[in-house]
């Protein structure tokens, strides 16, 4: 762990990381050469791009070792949205087909959907939708019977950002390789939580994204296997392959590459186990300190080391957080942001929506300590004894609900 970021010093305890990441200083100092001292466009011919050229090759590296995949494989974009845009869009329209079949699956992210919404709207494409189970995992059998002859794209999320459901990528993919359909999976989440390459996920497409890694907001990128031909979201200069035109953001792209490479390192020592240690912790904690009370939405197992998503009966989780003012933590995506509905996530899954309105997402990072658990469950479980007629309710229980076993005593200490 590096040491505490300047940021966080003196602010609410953080657990919103799943939203965004702090930019790690290593990162920003990486890149703040080439926001002035080498500013050249790497287009150029002249001695001013050599340095910003060698700077680019080097954060393709990067990001491909993380992925086990190879440099040229490796697409800048603006964002995660961007490159998910891309890789759906440019697969479907550079497929030529008369009426092309997408499937994707309810939880995805909104650039996903959306983007799935347009390609029918806008081109004639045919989409299926797939459910997801009580625990937010997609069955392998359901797309199976969904391919069909004209199925060009299989699109799903290698985690979800609210509950970090890990979905079985590597049997999807090879579904939709064994119709002769692309398979792409949109990784912001898991991209440098988890150990992912490419060659055994048996994916095509694949979307990284900076500011969920500790990099700016504004860089991402996208896997494109060598072979898999798209069609530009933007033309122009035919920069990044001849697959997304404008002058690269070197500076962005550097800060891209430390994080991939810093991920790397951290994967490597085990940094992924400790978090989960951490966020095991915090929910023995929490169902210690409220027993009966607290319930696990998503898989125990399968899913990301980082992330823990909890309904606690008679609350309601944004007025929870609003009387845990030290804790900076979400109801559910930044996406949904200020929306009090139920979260389209949970709904999907079957949890009523008493349970879904309770739901509380912490996700933990870098910079999470064990002090921090202790002092991120005392100030949850008093707002939760404190709670309001107003925000009490009778919660029932969803189908398929589960509990957490007693919390080791270790955890407790």
């Known amino acids: 762990m590096t040491p505490t970021h300047p940021a966080l ?26 926001l002035a001292t080498w500013f050249g466009n790497p287009s150029s011919t002249h001695s001013y791009a050599v340095e910003p050229r060698r700077a680019l090759q080097r954060a393709r590296e990067q990001i491909a070792s993380l992925l ?52 029918e709207r806008l081109h004639g494409a045919e989409v299926t939708c797939l459910p997801v189970d009580r625990h937010g995992l997609l069955d392998p059998a359901d797309l199976a019977a969904a391919i069909t002859p004209h199925t060009v794209l299989v699109t799903v999320m290698a985690a979800n950002n609210e509950t970090g459901a890990l979905q079985p990528i590597t049997e999807l993919a090879c579904i939709a390789h064994g119709a002769g359909a692309l398979f792409h999976c949109d990784a912001a989440q898991s991209a440098g939580k988890i150990p992912l390459h490419v060659d055994d996920l048996g994916v095509d497409l ?8 500790y990099a700016p907001k504004g860089i991402a990128a996208l896997y494109v296997r060598d072979g898999v031909t798209l069609e530009p979201l933007l033309y122009g200069g035919g920069q990044e392959h001849g697959l997304r035109a404008g002058t690269e953001n070197v500076a962005l792209a550097v800060a891209l ?27 023995a904690l929490l169902d210690q300190a409220l027993p009966g009370r607290v319930h696990l939405n998503g898989p125990t197992g399968n899913r990301l080391p980082n992330t823990l998503n ?28 200020g929306d009090h509905r139920p979260s389209p996530v949970l709904s999907a899954m079957g949890l009523d929506t008493e349970r879904a309105l309770s739901a509380l997402r912490l996700s933990l ?39 957490r076993p007693a919390p080791d005593p270790e955890l407790l200490g």
């Open 68 to 119: 086990g995949a190879r440099a040229q494989e490796i697409v800048f974009t603006g964002s995660g949205s961007e490159a998910d845009n891309l890789a759906i869009r440019g697969a479907v329209l550079a497929a030529r087909a008369a009426r092309p079949h997408v499937i994707t699956q309810v939880t995805e992210h909104p650039a996903v959907l959306q983007s799935c919404q347009a390609l």
């Open 206 to 213: 694949l979307t990284v994204v900076g500011h969920k890694m």
């Open 365 to 403: 990072g870098r910079w999470t300590t064990s002090t921090d658990i202790h002092n991120a469950a005392r100030a949850l479980t008093n707002a939760a004894a404190q709670a309001s007629p107003r925000m009490t309710m009778t919660t029932r229980e969803a189908p398929g609900a589960h509990r």
């Open 257 to 283: 590459g430390a994080a991939a490479q810093l991920a790397a390192d951290e994967l490597a020592d085990g940094a992924h186990h400790r978090t989960a240690a951490l966020r095991d912790q915090l929910h």
């Open 310 to 337: 909890i309904s606690i009966d008679n609350t309601l989780g944004h007025e929870l957080l609003a009387a845990a003012p030290q804790i900076a933590a979400s109801t559910g995506s930044a996406c949904h942001s």
């Open 9 to 34: 010093d003196g602010g609410p305890l953080y657990l919103d990381y799943n939203a965004t990441t702090p930019v790690d200083p290593r990162i920003a100092q990486a890149a703040q050469p080439y």
